[in-house]
């Protein structure tokens, strides 16, 4: 894993938005649901999809594309996607916050498949 990174303000992403930054050559996703932020790569694993514009169901992200879901706490697939090959854990990130900044550490491994 990475070091940790700062990205943005706190204020910057309210809860129920999601705003997307560079790390460590990295696009990655953050959510805010609810206060808790969560981050994830910004591309679907199975064909690089953005899942900036994928739809939110409470702690889950589905892809645009072809319909994968992931947990956004795990990286799990929690429904493969609608074409093949299936894909693999979504990656994700660690998040923390300090003094209302956002700081972000890329995870290199992936433990769900």
């Not at 739809?55 to 996607?81: M, R, W």
């Not at 916050?97 to 700081?103: A, K, L, Q, R």
Request: charged letters at 25%; glycine letters at 6%.
């Amino acid at each position: 894993m990475g070091d940790f990174v700062q990205v943005a303000k706190l204020s910057e992403i309210q809860p129920g938005q999601r705003k997307d930054f560079w790390v460590e050559g990295q696009k990655v996703l953050i959510f805010n649901i609810e206060g808790t932020l969560y981050a994830v790569d910004e591309s679907c694993p199975h064909r690089e999809c953005a899942l900036s514009k994928g739809k939110l169901s409470d702690k889950a992200i589905i892809c645009p594309c072809h319909y994968a879901q992931f947990n956004l706490e795990t990286g799990e697939v929690l429904v493969q996607p609608t074409s093949n090959p299936p894909t693999v854990a979504l990656p994700v990130h660690k998040v923390k916050v300090e003094d209302g900044n956002i700081f972000v550490a890329i995870q290199e491994d992936v433990d769900f498949y």
